[in-house]
């Protein structure tokens, strides 16, 4: 029995109409994915920073504080980790096939690791940390 390591084939060849054969290189595919995933997670990154920056500067003393400094908290920690876990991915050479399976493993942390993370968000966004009260009173009397 064939074991999935040896049925992956990375470069496969098509047939274009004209009769041409064309390689499709998996690693660079992937490489681009793990860039793309990279790109969205800075911006929910500095999403998250603004959020706790507007937390922080309501102070102790509004609703949520403690709880959003905490979902804000583990999801920067979070993003972080996935931050790490893709510049891994990005680093193996997929075409390898000793490289294969810990690849595989590594995207599945970091799949697991992202639908976490848009757990917390959404809870973060349902708790809303957004500027509220005297310091949107303040932001909006000043503007720059």
């Known amino acids: 029995m064939e074991s999935d390591r ?3 084939h990375l470069q496969h ?4 109409p004209g009769g041409n054969q064309r390689h499709i290189n998996l690693n660079h595919y ?3 994915k793990s860039v793309a995933e990279s790109m969205l997670d800075v911006a929910l990154f500095m ?3 603004m ?3 507007s937390v922080l500067e309501q102070g102790p003393f509004s609703q949520y504080y403690t709880t959003l400094l905490t979902l804000i908290s583990a999801s920067l920690l979070l993003q972080v980790v996935i931050g790490i876990l893709l ?3 990005a680093r193996l050479n997929l075409n390898e096939v000793e490289n294969q399976w810990r690849l595989n493993q590594l995207n599945n942390a970091a799949t697991t690791l992202v639908f976490i993370t848009v757990v917390i968000n ?3 966004t349902a708790f809303g940390a957004h500027k509220t009260g005297s310091v949107a009173a303040r ?3 000043n503007p720059i």
């Open 51 to 53: 959020r706790l920056k």
């Open 87 to 89: 510049v891994v991915i």
């Open 13 to 16: 060849r098509h047939s274009t």
């Open 30 to 32: 992937a490489t681009k």
């Open 122 to 124: 959404i809870f973060i």
């Open 47 to 49: 999403s998250n920073a």
């Open 6 to 8: 040896e049925i992956i």
């Open 139 to 141: 932001t909006s009397s």
